[in-house]
Structure formats: C-alpha cells, structure tokens
C-alpha cells in the first residue's frame, strides 16, 4: 500500500513548530532498549487459542524453554523452533509454542536462553476490558464539551474546548481560510489526534467503524450485540436507551454534518475538507487554553463523499432508533452525493498544512464507490445501484490492499458483504472471496514473519500509522473468519493483538495501560507528562501510531537512524511521526478489540445456510390501502426465523414471523410488485420468491387537507422552542402534522396544533413550515414559514456552594448526609454528591433535596464526603466543605503491600505489589501511604496518584481495581527525599496492610 501519512510536514516545517515551542520539554529519551530476549504477549493469552512467543537467538539449534506459574512452578517446557534472520526486525528469532498449556491463571513467565519474559496472564479479561477502552478513547477527544471526572477520573477530567470561552476563538462561528462569506457553527466532533484539529476524511472512517461495530454486530450469525448495549460504556449518554457506541459515533457524525456547505450559498451541499488553529499550537496546550484563531480549510470532493458515506450508513442504522435525525442524515447524505458528482474534482490543497494536516487525496475512485454502496444499501435506490455495480472497484476489486482514510473502497465493500441488500448473490459472494483472498494473501506473509504483524502482503517498509494498518488489516481477517469460520483467520487476529501488545522487536505494548512496557509519553496537547508533570499520561486504550521507517520527525531521525522497520519506534512525546495517537487508528483498535472480546473463547462456527426460497405469493382482500399476502414455507438446516417482504427497490415493506401479512399504509390506485424472502436465526437470508404484482383500488378520498396556519414560535430558549398554528381542515379528517425544516425534512410530528421542539442549537436560526396529513395518506401544502433564533445559553452563573454536610446515622455500610441549600439566580435543580480521595471525586449520589442517605459503603473504612450544587442549564457550584466519617464494623479485607524498588539517595522508586489477603473481593481500592519525612511524588503508573502533606495516594485505573482473593496488582511512582526514607504505613480502603 502506498505510504499517505497523516501529516505532511517537511524539515523546514519541523524546524519552525521546534522553534515555536511545539516541542519544547524535556530533551528526548534515548533510542528503545529492545530488552529481554523473550518478546511475548505481555497482558494475556486467551484460552483455547494459539499462545507463541518469539525468541532472539543467534543459536542455529533448538533451545530449551519453560513455563512457569506466578508460584515460580515449571508448568510447561519445551524446545523453540529455529526461524532464523527476520527481515522486519534484523533478529535471528525463534519461536515458542505453548498452545497446549491452557491453564487460566495469572503472572506466568516465559524463559529461554538464560533470559524471562514480562509476566503475563493466560485469561480472556483483558481484552474483554480492551473492548471498551479503546472506545474509551473517543470520548476523552470531545470537542465542546467537559469532560467530566465521573467518566474519565480526576486525572483526565477538563474543561469544554473551544466553545468561544475566552481564550479559545471558535468553534461557534468559524470564518473560511479563504473569504467565503459565511462562517459555520462546527461545535463537538472529536479532536482528530495529538492536535485539536478536526478533519472530515478521518473522521469518516472513524465513525464509520465505530458505526460498523454495531451493525456487525447485529448482521452476523453468533455475534454479541449486547456487549455494546446503553451503559455499558462511560459517557453522558449511557441511560438514553440507545447502544453507546451509537452515541458515541454520532457525536462525530452530528459535527460531520455541520461541514455542509448550507444552502443558498456557493457550493452549497459541499463539505468543507477540515476545522483547525491558524497556526500550530504549542506543546502541551489544554483544548480550552488554546487561543489561536480557527478556521475552514476549503470545501474538497472527498470530504464531501465522506459525509456522504457515512451519513447514508447512520441514516440505515438509526432508521428506527431515531426516525428523525435518521431522515436528517440521508437528506444531507444525498445532497452530497449530489454536489459531488457535480464537481468531482475539488482535490484538498496538499500545501494546506498549516495550523493541521493537510489530508490530501487526488485519487476518488474509491470514495465514489464506498458513497454509492453506502446509499444504495441504505435507500435501494436504482441512480445507486447503477454507480455501485458500473464502478471499477466492484465485487472486491479494491481489496489489492487494505483499507485506511485515503482508500476507502473496502469499506463499501464491507458493507455490501454484510448487511441485506438487493445485489445478486452471486455479486456479494464474489466480495466475500475477494475479501478472504486478501485475508489469504495477509496470512501467507504473516507466516514468514519473526513477530507476526498483517501489515501488508509484502515486507513493506512500516510508515507513519503503522499500526493502524495492521489493525485494519486485522479486521478483514475477523470478517474472513465471520464469512467462512475457519480458524486459520481467528488465529491471525489474536496474532495481531500479541504483536501490538507486546510480540515485537522492542518488547512495547503499543496500547496505553496494557502491558509491563506500555507507551505512555504520546504526542498530544493534553496527555503531556513528558513535558509537564502535572499532566497526565495517555488514558488506558491510547493506541500510538507505532513503527515508521520513514523517520518524518527530528527526534526519530535523531534517535533512530538506520533502523528496521519493526525498530523505528520509540516513546517520546516529540517523536510525533511514530508515537501521536488518531481518531482513525483507534477506531481500527476499537473494532479490532471488540470482534475479540466476542471471540475470545470457544466459539461454534457459523451458520452459513440459507433458507430456501418461499413460495411465490398470492394477494387476497386488497383495499385502497391494504392487501394480504400469503405464501408457501421455506425450510431451513436450523430453523425459519421469519419472512420479509420486499419492493422492486428491495426494500423492507413488512415482516411476518408466519407465512402471511396483511399490509396496511398502501397508496390508493397504485400498482406493487411484492417478493418475499425467508431469514434464519443467523441472518441468513434466501433468495427472493418470484414477485405477486396488484393494484390497489381507488379511493374515495384523494383531497388533501387544507394548509395549516403560519406558526408561532414562543418559549424560545438556548435549545427548545414551542410551535403552535391553526388547524387544517378535512373533507374526513385531519391525523397529524409533521414539522419540516428548509430541506423539507420532518423534525417533529404532533397530533395537535402545537409541538414542543427540543435539543435545538444555541444562537442558531430555523426556518420551520408545518404539513398536514389524513388517514388517506394525502399531506397538505406546507404553512408559510415561521423564523427565530435561539439565544445564546445566557445562565453562566453557577449556584452558591451547598452548606457543609453532616453525617448522622452511620452503621457499617452507610450515612446519612444533609447540607444547607445553594442559591441560584434561576433556581439550583440538584446536587451532586461526591466522595473525595485525594484528588479524585466519584459522584456517589444525585439527590434534588439536601439529604441523602449513602448506602453500599465498606465497613470500618475512611470516607470523606462533600456536596455540588447545579442548575438547569448546567453550571455546576464550587465544592462544599468536606466532612470526615468512619463506617462501624470489623473491616472483612486485609492486605498486603511488598515494595521492591530501588533507592538512590536523593530519590527512590516505589514498585509496590498489593495483594488481596482477605476472604471477598475487593472492587475498587485506594492506597494510603503515609511517609515521616518530606518524600515527595514526581510521577506514577498504573494508578492515578496524588499526594496532601505526608501522604500518598494511589486510586485503581479501569482495569485493575477488582482483586479476587489472593489476586495482586502492580503499581508504582517515583519520589524525590532528602534526610533519611524510612518505610512508610500502607492502607488499603482504611485498612491497614502487612509488609511481608
């Protein structure tokens, strides 16, 4: 595949952003340290699948290896295999097979050659956990919202970013880079990456896979749709009733559509190809400290085809989630379509990176076809069906090489290979093979491989994004395995997650909080420790970028000169061509991680058969409006599941779990063509039976109701509105309004002559006109418009802080807090209140009144409590005083903390197991350790670390705060003293733990 790297920035380039501070910090680490010999998974193996390891050895023979347990017993042992000189790495390897030891457990070592691997489990959690925080990711680079502590901890928490609170210039009204004549309201969206810019070709195909996740999900035989179910991820929007990961990618599309060029203005329907700074940021900038101008880089075909695409395959999804921005979306689907057709060749400036990158991509072969699969699948439309199958591409022929932002072709093929559509089977098949042939190709190279990496179908030089390549590439061989179930492609995943987890030349987890070596210093503006140590590191799911032999920044060329492909990697915060982190890699991760999270374990192969096709059908009992449908069974190898009946268009008109349907909704005097089709439980689906063709009969009623009223607008507000108009009249009656914006799509539906309109835009205009319907299907002329504009959100007054709170009925597991009210200038509408440790508070309570009773607590434990006042429009008070309180009872869990780190005199480094030696497990824990001296915290890992006075505190990640009995985590900081650095106390939730 050839080389189109996110950025495109020259030395010269380079040289400026060092000059103007971009990588101003501390000076670069050395080049990586490949450490010990034994590269292995460093985080888990997971049950019942392949478990190999890669050895370095300059040794022609076999060499012995054992396995052992975290008891340091030999479990397993062995001879490698000799593979001899890599080509990706340079090293002599061999290879370790422990497939047959299966035992789950924790803390096993690998050795070999006088050398041990890192520790690592044989467990299917950690990638079960992987599957939600690579999409965890996505949440944390919100644009034009806070990022609030119950969601993300403390550590990672901040403000809203460019909102037009000062000093952010944007993104409310964003002028054009060039004169336009207009600016845009490009609020939300996620930050693309390292950067705080927002870009319309990533972001496309990262939505689309956050998006395609889900539908996956729902299309294949087997799969685990529940998994991304509401509330199961951590974001605002997890009790809504709608699965997160639909939220999460449509808090991207929802910025994607506000790219549009608007009508009445030149290239209206085009889409403008990104959003960013004047000029690049400085390092480490907090989105809501930049205060650089934001501007709109021009609008480019690619874009547009990219809203698009995705538009069309949100449309599809939310169909039935959300009928009202599903019909917003494919309006503004196929106006860009439209517009791109009409102007095919408005190519993104190459030398437009300034500020961003530049994105650029002459070659739209591939984006025309993704668009026109997207839109067909979606609408069955015959104009898209005509660009599908007239393309170049069709039938899989893009699938030479994988699929990234700027080759987007696979992605259309995706899509046809796995959800219903018209196309001829044949055709589908014939993607299908094109798809696992590709897959074939990825395996046959892998197999040559020292560290097994699909990263192309040649040893390829590795470029900038490595790793979302080779996560991509491993999501076509887990559709290879959804399409045929043979093994050989499941294998090649998990492969693939051993390599980014720490099977590589340098012993790296290239995934944030996941492994003994994981990088922590990524190139981005906020997760910037490297530079500034009250910063945090990258959040735990971060996927860096990974190896590129291309060297494109000053500190790779520094540091790594001469390296092999797999080699040219090192974690350091200014080495942004190898280690920045991106929407659309993650977003590979994410898919890659939730197909295994699904996987992990013993699965039964697919059901593949589909059911024979049905009877033709026979119309009975046609009205005006209706008919019923009848027909003979299918049979099936499983069983029936149910029947769909399908237009001309192939689209879903009705579906009967019987072998008949009375349809309802008909148009009067109107000729149908009707097929059905039978489905199985695995979604397999038959051909379709040959068509019953009939006409409705006339109907007496074919007057429309009359013209409703112009509307009034009242109760205007930031984000809601009330319509109310005269009522239409009917020669029967009149059923219902819809309420429809400028681009006749409906926003809102009523029964009555008024609607209350919500979730709309601050300090934005509408246009709104009103239609009538009646029972006969005939609408109305739409009501001349009504136009307002919604304020901008004026309460920016927080209440007054709540009264401290007292504690009165404790027992062992709960209290009873009260407060004295907060004030507010409209009116305070709840509280929230919190548990503090350290620096870190965890909403335990929402209450409307000023008590509360706490229950769930852990006996004879320390909590400290305080209380937030809020109002309706969100502002939040400042935190009350705290109050102390000690939970009665015995405590059931004890603890024990062993410290094997290293002292130098004038600082030490605390490498601290903490072990579970209770009876019941513990599900979530804060470490207390309590100094005599002046031991002070420089920096930590694998908790989020705080320090008041003399004590120091460690609080649980996502991953690792559950400790089964007798289970152990690692964590550790280090710390700077002078004096002596006698041993300090531990407690673990209040109590107190063994050092030995």
Known sequence: MSHRPRRLITAVCAATLAAAGLFAGPPALAAPDPGSPVKVNQVAYVPGLAKVATLVSSSGSPVAWTLKNSSGTTVASGQTTVRGADTLSGDNVHLIDFTSYDTAGTGYVLSAGGSNSYPFDISADPVKRLRYDALAFFYHQRSGIAIDAQYVTSTYARPAGHLNVSPNQGDNNVPCRTSCGYTL???????????????????????????????????????????????????????????????????????LL??????????????????HDQNWTGLPTRPNQDSQ??????????????????????????????????????????????????????????????????????????????????????????????????????????????????????????????????????????????????????LTQVATQGYPAPFATTNAAYYWGSNGQVANNADVLALAYDFTGQEKYRTGVFQTLDYLLGRNPLNQSYIAGYGEKAVRNVHHRFWANQNDGSLPIAPPGSFSGGP????????????????????????????????????????????????????????????????????TPTASGITATSAT?????????????????????????????????TLTGLSPSTAYALRVRAKDAASNTSSASAAVTFTTAASSDTSPPTTPGTPTASGITATSATLAWAASTDNVAVTGYEVINASNAVVATSTATSVALTGLTPSTGYALRVRAKDAAGNTSTASAAVT???????????????????????????????????????????????????????????????????????????????????????????????????????????????????????????????????????????????????????????????????????????????????????????????????????????AACTTS
Not at 235 to 240: G, K, L, Q, S, W
Not at 548 to 573: E, M, R, T, V, Y
Not at 642 to 658: C, F, L, P, Q
Not at 933 to 939: A, E, M, V
């Open 185 to 255: 309201d490009v609020r939300g969206g996620w930050y693309d990456a390292g950067d705080q810019g927002k870009y319309v070709v990533n972001g496309g195909i990262a939505a689309w896979q956050l998006l395609n996740i889900y539908e996956r999900a729902i299309s294949v035989a087997g799969a685990d749709a529940s998994a991304l179910g509401d509330g199961k991820m951590a974001i605002p929007e997890r009790a809504n009733g709608i699965p997160d990961v639909l939220d999460e990618a449509r808090w991207e599309v929802e910025f």
């Open 258 to 275: 506000k790219m549009q060029v608007p009508d009445g203005r030149t290239n209206a329907g085009l889409v403008h190809h990104k959003i």
């Open 293 to 442: 101008p934001r501007l709109l880089s021009p609008v480019s075909t690619a874009a547009t085809l990219n809203l698009a695409a995705v538009a069309a395959q949100a449309a599809r999804i939310f169909r039935t989630i959300d009928p009202t921005f599903s019909a917003r979306a494919l309006a503004a689907a196929e106006k860009a379509y439209a517009a791109a057709k009409a102007n095919p060749n408005r190519i993104a400036d190459p030398n437009d990176g300034t500020g961003g990158g530049s994105y650029s991509d002459s070659t739209l072969t591939d984006e025309f076809y993704w668009a026109a699969a997207e839109l067909y699948v979606t609408t069955g439309s015959a104009t898209y069906r005509t660009d599908v199958t007239g393309s170049s591409l069709y039938k899989g022929a893009g699938f030479t090489k994988g699929y990234d932002w700027g080759w987007t072709a696979g992605l259309g093929d995706t899509t046809i290979a796995l959800v219903s559509n018209g196309l001829p089977a044949a055709d589908i098949a014939a993607t299908r093979t094109a798809m696992t042939g590709f897959a074939d190709r990825l």
């Open 548 to 615: 590129n032999a291309g060297l494109d920044d000053p500190i790779a060329q520094a540091q790594l000169a001469g390296c092999k492909s797999q080699k040219c990697f090192i974690d350091d915060i200014g080495a942004y061509s190898v280690n920045e982190v991106a929407i659309n890699w993650n977003s590979g991760l994410a898919w890659l991680a939730s197909w295994a999270a699904e996987k992990s374990g013993t699965t039964t192969p697919p059901d593949t058969t589909a059911p024979t096709t049905p009877g």
């Open 629 to 661: 449908l009848t027909w003979a069974a299918s049979t099936d190898n499983v069983g029936v599941a149910g029947y769909e009946v399908v237009n001309a268009s192939n689209i879903v008109v009705g579906t009967s779990a019987t072998t008949s349907i």
């Open 788 to 990: 307002f504009t919604t304020p901008a959100n004026g309460d920016t007054s927080p209440p007054t802080a709540p009264g401290t709170p007292t504690a009165s009925g404790v027992t062992s597991t709960g209290v009873t807090l009260s407060w004295s009210a907060s004030t507010d200038n409209v009116g305070v509408t709840g509280y929230d209140v919190v548990r503090v440790n350290g620096s870190t508070e965890t909403v335990l309570a929402g209450p409307t009144g000023t008590s509360t009773a706490l229950t769930g607590l852990t006996a004879a434990t320390a909590y400290v409590f305080a209380v937030y006042a809020k109002d309706a429009a969100g502002n939040r008070s400042t935190r009350s005083g705290t109050v102390s309180v000690t939970t009665s009872g015995t405590s059931t869990g004890t603890c024990k903390v062993v410290n094997t780190g290293n002292d130098w005199g004038s600082g030490f480094t605390a490498n601290l197991t903490i072990t579970n030696t209770g009876t019941t497990t513990i599900n979530g824990w804060t470490l207390k350790i309590t100094y005599s001296g002046n031991q002070t915290l420089s920096s930590g890992w694998s908790a989020t670390w705080s320090q008041s006075g003399q004590v120091v505190t460690g609080t649980n990640l996502s991953y690792n705060g559950t400790l089964a009995p007798g289970g152990s985590t690692n964590v550790g900081f280090n710390a700077n003293y002078s004096g002596t650095n006698a041993a300090p106390a531990y407690t673990l939730n209040g």
